[in-house]
């Protein structure tokens, strides 16, 4: 007889199902170890900007993308499991866009409109603005379909609200497509629509019209997210995990290694590497992120305070770290950020502490006490209780 997932790895304690602090009232609940990864995905974004993606930046640290897409995953691992567990309270539709809403809308709008405000008002050719979209597609999230037809990411302070804009489109879809959904088709659909996406995208850049809308639009990135809902269906179910997790650890380095046996066969090419890259990314990152949720791997600790740190100041991190950088080096220096100088190092090092500051300040007075009112708002009882999930022994 199997033993049962509470006792899969010794010594690691192991609850089934697991439950996760978006998806509950109760921040007891609250899965630290996934914060902790958001954090080493913030950080890594913002190493990725501040050290790679600039003139005389180090290639090495251009891994920006594969922190993306592990941003969809996550939200789509997270959002689903909420959904999974909540959507059969009555009340579950107004409770759950009232929560999103207070978590992300004022945040995003603050530095949306005081980043554009500094751009319209005071235009300096180092904000690198061209071309501008205007305001209102950044607040209506509709950016992604300026970037589509200009073939551009419009200014570059606000480059990153494209990945917000995906996630508040997919906030619209995922709800329903759950809550109406009957079980028993739920995964094919999900598996069905994440074939798609990677047939969109094959469609998307083979064709060669409209490239950018192969980055940017929620139906061309869809396998990420979908991946991630995949993996908490797959945490609800009655799977024997002490079987499937030693093939499970293989996947994520498996599908990093298909990566780059790609990106060196297309010898720079990056044609195939754009379409194939977001699905074995998907397929690695949501079984990478199951194997942390049920604590299957040893090497980097995600319970780290500072990695938890990052996380839970993750979104205004995000939002306002290329702004800050950008300001900085201009006002500063009168010229674009780089790392060519030591002028320019100090400046660049300068802008990641000025970041964090600022970032913590809006995660302290305006994110978390708004979150916190969004707490308040309760889930009703529940239209039908669902069975207990049964764990295979």
């Not at 606000?158 to 759950?178: G, K, N, Q, R």
Request: aromatic share 12%.
């Amino acid at each position: 007889m199997a033993r049962s997932p509470q006792t899969l790895l010794e010594g690691v304690p192991m609850t089934f199902p697991v439950a996760i602090g978006e998806a509950t009232s109760d921040p007891s609940r609250r899965i630290v170890t996934l914060d902790g990864l958001r954090g080493l995905l913030t950080i890594s974004v913002m190493l990725s900007h501040y050290f790679g993606e600039v003139a005389h930046g180090f290639h090495f640290a251009m891994c920006g993308w594969v922190a993306v897409d592990m941003f969809f995953i996550l939200s789509g691992f997270l959002i689903g499991k909420l959904i999974l567990e909540r959507h059969h309270h009555g009340n579950f539709f107004r409770v759950f866009y009232v929560r999103r809403f207070l978590r992300i809308i004022p945040v995003y709008f603050i530095v949306v409109l005081i980043a554009g405000a500094i751009i319209n008002c005071f235009p300096r050719p180092w904000m690198e603005v061209a071309p501008d979209f205007p305001m209102w597609s950044y607040v209506s999230f509709t950016q992604i379909f300026y970037m589509i037809s200009t073939q551009s990411i419009g200014a570059h302070w606000l480059a990153p609200t494209w990945t917000m804009s995906v996630e508040e489109h997919f906030y619209l879809v995922a709800p329903a497509l759950i809550a109406f959904m009957p079980r028993k088709w739920l995964v094919p659909v999900l598996v069905s629509g994440a074939v798609f996406s990677f047939f969109l995208r094959l469609y998307i850049f083979t064709t060669g019209y409209g490239t950018m809308a192969g980055f940017v639009l929620l139906p061309a990135r869809a396998d990420t997210l979908i991946c991630g809902m995949l993996g908490a269906v797959a945490v609800q179910s009655t799977l024997n995990w002490e079987r499937i997790i030693p093939v499970a650890r293989t996947i994520p380095c498996v599908a990093i290694m298909g990566v780059a046996a790609i990106a060196v066969v297309t010898n720079g090419n990056m044609t195939a590497f754009y379409i194939v890259n977001p699905s074995l990314i998907a397929i690695g990152g949501s079984v990478y992120i199951l194997c942390v949720v049920l604590g299957a791997l040893n090497g980097i600790n995600y319970r780290s305070k500072t990695l938890r740190f990052f996380g839970n100041n993750g979104l205004c991190i995000y939002l306002i770290h290329l702004p800050v950088l950008g300001l900085m080096h201009g006002l500063i220096l009168g010229g674009v950020p780089d790392i060519a100088t030591p002028a320019q190092w100090l400046v660049t090092i300068a802008s990641l502490a000025v970041t964090v500051v600022l970032s913590r300040g809006l995660t302290k007075w305006v994110e978390e006490p708004l979150s916190a009112y969004g707490r308040t708002w309760r889930w009703s009882a529940p239209r039908n209780i669902a069975p207990p999930v049964r764990v295979l022994t």
